[in-house]
């Protein structure tokens, strides 16, 4: 059974930092796709940051420069450290995991199986 946990969620105020995590069971990170999705409010869900099963990382334009993706293979964890935060960053964060895909693919939201429950990243002017 595949599992997606994530965690590092808060509060914080605008040009802060958070990081979070997304620990994985069930499924191996370094052959699949895995990436970072948000939903915010009367929005739908974006693509934040991805990165493909052959190493390759995309980022939303919205973030580039300011978040970065990263996975730990031997801990199956992915990370996203997210600097400079802004207002408008605010919402729920999903961690999710697809096939054998590039980063590019999946960030448009294509090949994506699993879904974590999500946590909470809210910026406050």
């Known amino acids: 059974q595949v599992q997606l946990v994530e965690s590092g969620g808060g509060s914080v105020q605008a040009g802060g930092s958070l990081r979070l995590s997304c620990a994985a069971s069930?499924?191996?990170?370094?052959?699949?796709?895995m990436g970072w999705f948000r939903q915010a409010p009367g929005e739908e869900r974006e693509g934040v940051a991805v990165?493909?099963?052959?190493?390759?990382?995309s980022y939303a334009d919205s973030v580039k420069g300011r978040f970065t993706i990263s996975r730990d293979n031997a801990k199956n964890t992915l990370y996203l450290q997210m600097n400079s935060l802004k207002p408008e960053d605010t919402a729920m964060y999903y961690c999710?995991?697809?096939?054998?895909?590039?980063?590019?693919?999946?960030?448009?939201?294509?090949?994506?199986?699993?879904w974590g429950k999500g946590t909470l990243v809210t910026i406050s002017s």
């Open positions: 990165i493909g099963s052959d190493g390759s990382t």
């Open positions: 999710t995991a697809g096939g054998r895909f590039r980063s590019s693919f999946c960030l448009k939201g294509y090949g994506l199986d699993y």
């Open positions: 069930g499924v191996t990170y370094s052959s699949r796709c």
